[in-house]
């Protein structure tokens, strides 16, 4: 009587596991899905582009009124100068710890 020995298993192809094939067994199985990423894709750098160019590259972050905010971009001079009143609202200052506490 012959005793057959198992080889050992291999691993699998790369493209079939990980990442990779997640992609392609998800997004990309057929035309019409990959299709539909691809168009996913384009229509968020749309929106993605836009929006970090206003809100991060051509906003204004240093400044303590209205005058320093120039350019076409966010203004974000109000939100460090306004922080404790859209973190606490109309809360008491001498309360904010109780709000503090809660958090910790």
Request: proline share 6%; net charge neutral; aromatic share 18%.
């Amino acid at each position: 009587m012959e005793v057959h020995q198992f080889r050992p298993s291999l691993p699998p192809p790369r493209l079939s596991v990980g990442v990779i094939g997640w992609l392609r067994s998800n997004l990309f199985s057929n035309w019409f899905n990959t299709l539909l990423t691809l168009l996913a894709i384009y229509l968020v750098w749309l929106i993605v582009s836009p929006l970090l160019q206003w809100a991060v590259f051509q906003a204004d972050w240093t400044g303590t009124t209205r005058a320093d905010c120039t350019s076409e971009g966010a203004c974000w001079v109000f939100i460090k100068q306004r922080f404790d009143q859209f973190m606490y609202g109309f809360y008491p200052e001498e309360l904010r710890w109780r709000v503090d506490l809660t958090v910790w």
